[in-house]
């Protein structure tokens, strides 16, 4: 097939979407909800659905990373190489993330006056290492710069979905493939429910302190037990299950999938619409796993599976511009709350969480954040993310050069 055909059309309409909805949520918490400006119902929307955001980007990351295991399970070859898998996953989130992290970690005891204790070391290094997700005294593991949680649940998933894949195959003794895989595949799902059942059935919470009001950590703990890594990987195997229905389909071309992408997408928007209007916490579906699981995953699920199949709306969707927010995301994500809080800082103080009333400030500061976070996230990109990148793709073809050969 030609370079067109081969691309996942939607995906890049996804990911921006998704760095888009967490960025207006925090922005739309600053808006003092008494006034005018906290009236209009784009504001009341964005200030309850920032999670839905991080449930796309998990269902996506499930997506597009499973697509290989399958192929090669289909074939009926070996599984992708785990040591290329851990190297390129390694080389695309950890520079830019650990940079992200370490800048902030110093920013937040130079400049915003955090207490430098064990405490703040502890949660510093278990994000350095890559596990904080695994209690809620490391969830956020800086302060400032809240959105940098979700990192290590992706990390978990990313260890995770390698071993449901050699589970498939240890289950069915290596001869599975097709249809049959993919609803084994649920069997992978129902076990990270399984997990996340038992993780929030037996890890206890110390209730002292606890609530948003008592900062980060104090958030954290209504968090826990149930943001735990098992739940965001049943995100991340669902959407790893969308690609196995994509792979399937991926040589047919039909308008019949363009409408089935657009219902989708167009049922995903309405529920987060409705979700913001009504209002609420972390709107917990099933077992209590956030994001009204599992509805909207399979929602967004369903669009990335089809959208590549159909002849129109993926190639509308993932438009030039479309395609380079995509490109830049992880940059944004990972900058824009701590430009944020830069900002409110040291030139709009009203951007303390829901003050700020005024319709023309808001705006106008609104897009000097997000026009900052791209700067910032465009050089992140070209200048580390991508050589970075480039270079991990250099490493693992040398290290199969000097691999030995079979006699």
């Known amino acids: 097939m030609s370079d067109s055909e081969n691309r996942l059309y939607g ?4 990911r ?36 839905f955001g991080v449930a796309m980007f998990f269902v996506l990351s499930g997506f597009l990373l499973a697509r290989p295991f399958w192929q090669a399970l289909d074939a009926g070859r070996p599984l992708p190489s785990l040591r290329i898998y851990a190297l390129r996953r390694a080389a695309r989130i950890a520079p830019g993330f650990w940079l992200a992290l370490t800048v902030t970690f110093i920013l937040s005891v130079t400049v915003f006056g955090f207490a430098l204790d064990a405490w703040l ?19 956020f593991p800086v302060e400032i710069n809240g959105p940098l949680w979700s990192i290590g649940f992706e990390v978990t998933s990313y260890v995770l979905l390698p071993l ?56 954290a703990k209504t968090w826990m037990p149930w943001f735990n890594p098992f739940a965001f990987f049943a995100m991340f195997a669902i959407g790893a299950w969308a690609g196995g229905i994509q792979t399937l389909l991926a040589h047919r071309r039909s308008f019949i999938f363009d409408l089935l992408a657009v219902a989708a997408i167009a049922a995903a928007g309405w ?71 830069l900002v409110r800082l040291y030139w709009v103080p009203e951007l303390t969480q829901g003050t700020i009333a005024d319709p023309a400030k808001f705006l106008v500061a609104s897009l000097v954040i ?38």
């Open 11 to 14: 995906a890049d309409f996804m």
């Open 164 to 219: 449901g894949f050699l589970a498939l195959l240890g289950l069915a003794r290596g001869r599975i493939a097709g249809w049959p895989a993919r609803l084994a595949w649920l069997v992978v799902i129902a076990a990270a429910l399984g997990g996340h059942w038992i993780f929030s059935n037996t890890v206890v919470v110390d209730p002292f302190r606890k609530g948003w009001n008592y900062g980060l950590q104090g958030g």
């Open 16 to 51: 921006a979407s998704a760095c888009f909805i967490v960025l207006f949520h925090h922005l739309a918490q600053r808006i003092d909800f008494r006034s005018e400006l906290g009236s209009n119902p784009f504001a009341q929307v964005f200030n309850s659905v920032g999670g």
């Open 271 to 341: 529920m987060i619409w409705v979700s913001g209007l009504a209002g609420g916490g972390e709107f917990y579906g099933w077992l209590r796993v956030p994001h009204e699981f599992p509805t909207f995953q399979l929602l967004v699920a369903s669009a990335l599976a089809f959208a590549p199949s159909g002849r129109l709306v993926g190639r509308v969707l993932d438009n030039p511009p479309v395609a380079y927010l995509a490109r830049i995301s992880f940059g944004i994500y990972v900058w824009h709350y701590l430009v944020l809080e």
């Open 121 to 139: 070391w502890l949660r510093y290094v278990a994000g350095l290492l890559l596990v904080s997700d695994w209690h809620w005294t490391t969830l």
């Open 370 to 407: 997000i026009a900052i976070s791209m700067v910032i996230a465009t050089l992140s990109y070209r200048w580390m993310e991508a050589p970075i990148m480039l270079w991990a793709r250099r490493f693992e073809h040398a290290g199969r050069l000097s691999a030995p050969q079979p006699a």
